[in-house]
């Protein structure tokens, strides 16, 4: 079985998408039969990268095609990738690529055209949605293009990798006559946080955090969708109960920012922290330090067929989620599992509300052994949800789309 790992702009813009893509790549790798099957990384690049040790477990396995971004004409970028991809399949046999993105997935629709391939496309989100949700109709023909890549996509790839059972309904829903549809959610490296695991109040002690009281933690970026004045306004209802709450933010950028929020909500700097750009292992010593996890989002598409990695890592560490039901399957597995607080969308304005709800999750977790139980079950489910694990399943439909 020869494999390429098909993306985009992964090895120069580091972001939480590129890390996923990675992270996919090295689990899949190590679940295959060396000698015997083969998974290489072809990415897409605008510009070359030369920091790549530790990337991929062989750097004969990463091949970078460098084609170049043209501000006038942002698609003729595709058309160098098509030129480069024909060449480098016509040399290389193939018997499957894993696109990940409508872009690269639309290219390998393409070139099957020419070869006797299978395409999976990973799908990863909704992109016509995600571009609305960004840019509104201001750019008609690049949305156009969008949505034409997405259909395409959707209805003619050999089968489709999915985030969630919402973008699975969704896809459905948009395009009738759609590909098979496969739901494999992002994975978490469960080992890292048993590894980094210490007792709780000494963690603390080591970071500098309060040693009493409850700690929510929020991780991730500060974009719009974030909603982070709202998670703010979120932790001061909190605190109205809970005096001495503490919040841990780790950003990957707009720490002056989340502090001209903090202070806008009348919130002292002493209840706070702000941290930005940590390594993974520091990130995990902040989750295994805390006791709530916190994802705001808005109800709308782009939300509510995405499955945030940030859910999983949150669980690992065994910490209860407070989401809110924009997030469609996390907030589903929070109820089904007791994994901790489901709010609505809806009601985050409404003061009664959010205290009446407070006031049932602090009952709660000042029950004996029932914080101590949740968090058993949030480390339940997450590792249900290892890469190992992922790369099984993906392996599994490999094999599956291979044979039909």
């Given at each position: 079985?020869?494999?390429?790992?098909?993306?985009?702009?992964?090895?120069?813009?580091?972001?939480?998408?590129?890390?996923?893509?990675?992270?996919?790549?090295?689990?899949?790798?190590?679940?295959?039969?060396?000698?015997?099957?083969?998974?290489?990384?072809?990415?897409?690049?605008?510009?070359p990268s030369t920091v790549v040790d530790g990337l991929v477990p062989d750097k004969s396995d990463l091949?970078?095609?460098?084609?170049?971004?043209?501000?006038?004409?942002?698609?003729?970028?595709?058309?160098?990738?098509?030129?480069?991809?024909?060449?480098?399949?016509?040399?290389?046999?193939?018997?499957?690529?894993?696109?990940?993105?409508?872009?690269?997935?639309?290219?390998?629709?393409?070139?099957?055209?020419?070869?006797?391939?299978?395409?999976?496309?990973?799908?990863?989100?909704?992109?016509?949605?995600?571009?609305?949700?960004?840019?509104?109709?201001?750019?008609?023909?690049?949305?156009?293009?969008?949505?034409?890549?997405?259909?395409?996509?959707?209805?003619?790839?050999?089968?489709?990798?999915?985030?969630?059972?919402?973008?699975?309904?969704?896809?459905?829903?948009?395009?009738?006559?759609?590909?098979?549809?496969?739901?494999?959610?992002?994975?978490?490296?469960?080992?890292?946080?048993?590894?980094?695991?210490?007792?709780?109040?000494?963690?603390?002690?080591?970071?500098g955090l309060p040693e009493k009281g409850l700690i929510f933690i929020y991780s991730g970026s500060s974009?719009?969708?974030?909603?982070?004045?709202?998670?703010?306004?979120?932790?001061?209802?909190?605190?109205?109960?809970?005096?001495?709450?503490?919040?841990?933010?780790?950003?990957?950028?707009?720490?002056?920012?989340?502090?001209?929020?903090?202070?806008?909500?009348?919130?002292?700097?002493?209840?706070?922290?702000?941290?930005?750009?940590?390594?993974?292992?520091?990130?995990?010593?902040?989750?295994?330090?805390?006791?709530?996890?916190?994802?705001?989002?808005?109800?709308?598409?782009?939300?509510?067929?995405?499955?945030?990695?940030?859910?999983?890592?949150?669980?690992?560490?065994?910490?209860?989620?407070?989401?809110?039901?924009?997030?469609?399957?996390?907030?589903?597995?929070?109820?089904e599992n007791g994994l901790g607080l489901v709010l609505a969308v809806s009601n985050l304005t409404n003061?009664?509300?959010?205290?009446?709800?407070?006031?049932?999750?602090?009952?709660?977790?000042?029950?004996?052994?029932?914080?101590?139980?949740?968090?058993?079950?949030?480390?339940?489910?997450?590792?249900?949800?290892?890469?190992?694990?992922?790369?099984?399943?993906?392996?599994?439909?490999?094999?599956?789309?291979?044979?039909?």
């Amino acid at each position: 079985m020869n494999c390429i790992f098909l993306s985009k702009d992964i090895l120069k813009r580091r972001s939480g998408y590129s890390e996923r893509v990675l992270s996919s790549f090295r689990a899949i790798s190590a679940g295959l039969e060396r000698g015997k099957d083969t998974l290489r990384l072809v990415t897409i690049e605008a510009e070359p990268s030369t920091v790549v040790d530790g990337l991929v477990p062989d750097k004969s396995d990463l091949i970078q095609l460098v084609c170049r971004n043209f501000r006038l004409y942002y698609n003729f970028q595709d058309i160098i990738a098509l030129v480069k991809l024909f060449k480098y399949l016509r040399t290389n046999k193939t018997d499957l690529i894993h696109a990940h993105g409508v872009d690269c997935g639309f290219l390998a629709i393409l070139l099957k055209l020419f070869f006797n391939f299978k395409v999976i496309v990973d799908i990863h989100g909704a992109p016509s949605a995600e571009f609305l949700y960004w840019w509104g109709k201001k750019k008609r023909l690049q949305y156009g293009l969008t949505r034409f890549k997405e259909s395409i996509c959707c209805r003619y790839a050999d089968e489709l990798f999915v985030v969630s059972y919402a973008l699975k309904d969704y896809i459905s829903k948009q395009y009738s006559a759609g590909a098979t549809m496969t739901v494999i959610n992002c994975a978490v490296d469960t080992a890292i946080f048993r590894k980094l695991n210490v007792v709780p109040g000494e963690q603390r002690k080591l970071l500098g955090l309060p040693e009493k009281g409850l700690i929510f933690i929020y991780s991730g970026s500060s974009q719009k969708w974030q909603m982070l004045p709202e998670t703010v306004k979120l932790f001061k209802t909190a605190r109205s109960r809970s005096r001495d709450a503490f919040f841990v933010a780790c950003l990957n950028s707009g720490k002056t920012d989340l502090e001209k929020i903090f202070e806008s909500n009348g919130i002292d700097r002493d209840c706070y922290l702000i941290v930005e750009k940590l390594s993974k292992q520091e990130l995990v010593r902040y989750l295994n330090a805390s006791d709530i996890g916190i994802i705001i989002r808005d109800s709308s598409i782009v939300n509510l067929v995405a499955f945030p990695t940030k859910f999983l890592e949150y669980l690992a560490a065994g910490l209860p989620v407070i989401v809110t039901d924009g997030l469609g399957d996390p907030s589903r597995i929070v109820i089904e599992n007791g994994l901790g607080l489901v709010l609505a969308v809806s009601n985050l304005t409404n003061n009664s509300y959010l205290k009446r709800e407070f006031d049932s999750f602090f009952n709660k977790l000042a029950q004996p052994f029932y914080l101590t139980a949740v968090k058993e079950r949030c480390v339940s489910y997450a590792s249900a949800n290892t890469w190992k694990l992922f790369s099984i399943r993906c392996i599994e439909r490999y094999k599956a789309v291979l044979d039909t």
